[in-house]
């Protein structure tokens, strides 16, 4: 039978506490983490690869504002290439196609966004990952205390005092034996606390986050980036010559339009002035038409 009371003793008690400590922060954080990513991933969801260029703008805004994982994302904002096809041949040229994004990164998204940033930055990994070395620490560290203290009061004067010391220090190797059951036991607890809820409540949602990310941006290497500057390149070319071919064109349809506009309509005016000049000489004559213009007002 295992005796309760022995739990009573403060040692025990202040590992206890400690367990409970370390067992409520851990799943503090881990439920923060567990919440900012999903949020994260949600958002990313609700963009795609077709529309991420016209859209970019919101997402920044909602990622810079984010202090979960601002400083990331501003990093990796930087590594950003925009792509847009004006065109079919353009397309065709640069070889996009709808599953294609319009925003490519130089440097791997994983790169910013992994394990390392985005969990054990927001974990404080380092202090989680020593609680069960300390927790089992503790145990050996006050097991031989107790017992040191216990031989410490043992007292063998007389045979009265013998049997005492005796049962003392039984008592307290029960103690010193329990602390080390205790505190072993909690390390081993937390350790299987601590890998349930990693698993299940930050690396899953971590892996989710970066395969949205990876859907959205795809990754381009150096070498891809200068076969994309020399496809843009050509398509410069392209617009140049297309645009020679289609000058001479345009000037004869610009040309076509102002004559009809402007030099076609004050032609007629003057033609029509002409034949109606031509018909007051026939009815006045001569003297009459002159008499007009000039106002000839002598009378006989």
Known sequence: MVNFKLFLDPVIIAILILFAGVVIYFVTKVRYINASLNFLTKTLRSFKKGN????????????SNN??????????KNTLVFTEAHSAQEEK??????????????IDSGYFFNEET??????????????????????????FLHISLA????????????????????????????ISVVAVGSSILFIIIERLLYKSMCKAPLNAFQLEMNKLFDSITSEKFLVELLKESKLQNIAINKAFVQLPSQMKTAFDKSFKET?????????FSVNKLQENIKKQG?????DDLFGNDDKD
Request: charged share 15%.
């Open 52 to 63: 991420i260029a016209y859209r970019f703008k919101e997402l920044d805004e909602i990622f």
């Open 67 to 76: 202090g979960f994982i601002s400083n990331y994302w501003i990093e990796f």
């Open 93 to 106: 040229l640069k070889g996009l196609t709808e599953g294609t994004s319009s925003i490519q990164c130089t």
């Open 118 to 143: 985005l969990i054990n930055s927001k974990l404080n990994y380092k202090f989680i990952s020593s609680v069960p070395t300390i927790l089992t620490g503790l145990g050996p560290l006050f097991t």
């Open 151 to 178: 031989f410490s009061k043992v007292n063998f004067a007389t045979q009265e005092a013998t049997i005492a010391s005796v049962s003392s220090l039984l008592a307290a190797m029960k103690v010193a034996a329990m």
């Open 263 to 271: 030099l076609v309509p004050y032609l007629d005016n003057l033609i």
């Open 286 to 290: 001569a003297q009459g038409i002159l």
